[in-house]
């Protein structure tokens, strides 16, 4: 049971990085996609 839980956990924590890396990689295109679109002239949004 033990080793069980332990496996458990191990599990949680790989989950927990991978959706650290991808919360990270969200963040760094939204930057990007937020710069290119303020060099672009971009209006989307703004009346």
Same mark, same amino acid.
């Given at each position: 049971?033990? /080793?069980?839980?332990?496996?458990?956990?191990?599990?949680?924590?790989?989950?927990?990085?991978?959706? /650290?890396?991808?919360?990270?990689?969200? /963040?760094?295109?939204? /930057?990007?996609?937020?710069?290119?679109?303020?060099?672009?002239?971009?209006?989307?949004?703004?009346?």
């Amino acid at each position: 049971m033990e /080793a069980l839980l332990i496996e458990m956990r191990h599990e949680q924590d790989v989950k927990l990085k991978r959706i /650290a890396s991808l919360e990270q990689q969200v /963040a760094e295109l939204t /930057a990007h996609v937020r710069a290119t679109a303020n060099r672009h002239g971009s209006t989307r949004g703004k009346r």
